[in-house]
């Protein structure tokens, strides 16, 4: 097992002992010491700006994977960045450190495996979908507590453990096409398979990379329908409710770019019904939902 993981504080699910004997077999992506340190110097009260940049900088490769990332259009730049002083710069402090996370974390289960595509464009659209639909709802307004960047890094971590768990067995890579298509069944058949699940790998994954417990315990309840696994606050509820419905709207999206094949669409009214309790959360009903999904689509292809 390794230390990161010995020395967490994980909440107690009841296949957490499978979970953790997995671990032990495929491994835990670690967190790059130049990443860890970078973000120590962010957490400091005056945080030195030129240290950051030295400290990324010395890892010359992953430097140069952070200028290629933050130049792509997602992350609303209107200029060519040129260096990661000029990033930390224009982004601040709490979005530096969402895109280093980013980075490192594609670098970590994605590498260069490009059937791992539709899987990392799933992770960044829910990620961006969680935030987009708290702050289209006003809920970052009335809950104080939740940052954005935060909210972000649940949707980033929520599948992670696929590409890791699919790494060690072939089969599981067979089920990822499955997992989009059929994910209501998802839990039953992992749980069969695996005696865990994805969910249960990706909380702890994201709690050793240091994202925080709240946001990290909404990871454990992204399959739950409209349920949470683990009860909390009602902040913890509204962005479970948020990574929920985010989730289900990249569905619709890969289908409607057609990176999803094998079924016709999953209709709205039909998803509502099982997930009123995701929708209560969010302040939603049915024509809103769809205004949503309308105005989540138009800001992702702004985007591209
Ligand atoms: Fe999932
Ligand atoms: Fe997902």
Redesign the pocket.
């Known amino acids: 097992m390794p230390d990161t993981v010995k020395n967490l504080e994980l909440i107690d699910m009841p296949d957490m002992e499978k979970a953790r004997s997995l671990i032990n077999h495929i491994g835990l992506p670690h967190q790059p010491r130049v990443v860890m340190q970078a973000l120590r110097e962010t957490q400091k009260e005056s945080p030195d700006f030129g240290r950051i940049v030295q400290i990324i900088n010395s890892d010359t490769a992953m430097a140069a994977k952070i200028l290629k990332l933050v130049n792509a259009p997602a992350w609303g730049l209107r200029q060519h960045i040129s260096s990661i002083s000029q990033a930390l710069a224009l982004l601040g402090i709490p979005r530096f450190n969402v895109l280093v996370i980013t980075s490192a974390l594609k670098e970590a289960v994605v590498g260069d495996d490009a059937s791992l595509h539709t899987f990392w464009l799933?992770?960044v659209n829910?990620a961006r979908g969680t935030e987009y639909i708290l702050d289209h709802q006003h809920i970052f307004r009335n809950f104080s507590e939740l940052i954005p960047e935060q909210v972000y890094l649940a949707g980033l971590f929520?599948?992670a453990a696929v590409p890791m768990i699919a790494k060690r067995y072939p089969l599981y890579r067979e089920f990822f096409p499955f997992?989009?298509r059929e994910?209501d069944r998802v839990p039953e058949v992992e749980f069969a398979k695996l005696g865990t699940y994805h969910h249960t790998i990706s909380y702890i994954l994201a709690r050793s990379w240091g994202v925080a417990p709240m946001i990290s315990e909404t990871i454990l309840s992204?399959h739950e329908n409209g349920a949470v696994r683990v009860p909390g606050t009602m902040a913890m509820a509204k962005v479970s409710a948020a990574l929920q419905l985010a989730?289900y709207l990249?569905?619709i999206y890969q289908h409607k770019i057609g990176n999803i094949t094998g079924v016709d669409t999953w209709p709205e009214e039909e998803w509502a019904e099982t997930h009123e309790e995701t929708l209560f959360q969010l302040d939603l009903d049915g024509a809103q939902l769809s205004d949503l999904i309308d105005d989540f689509f138009i800001f992702l292809g702004q985007q591209e």
């Open positions: 799933h992770s829910v929520h599948d997992l989009l994910r992204h989730d990249d569905l």
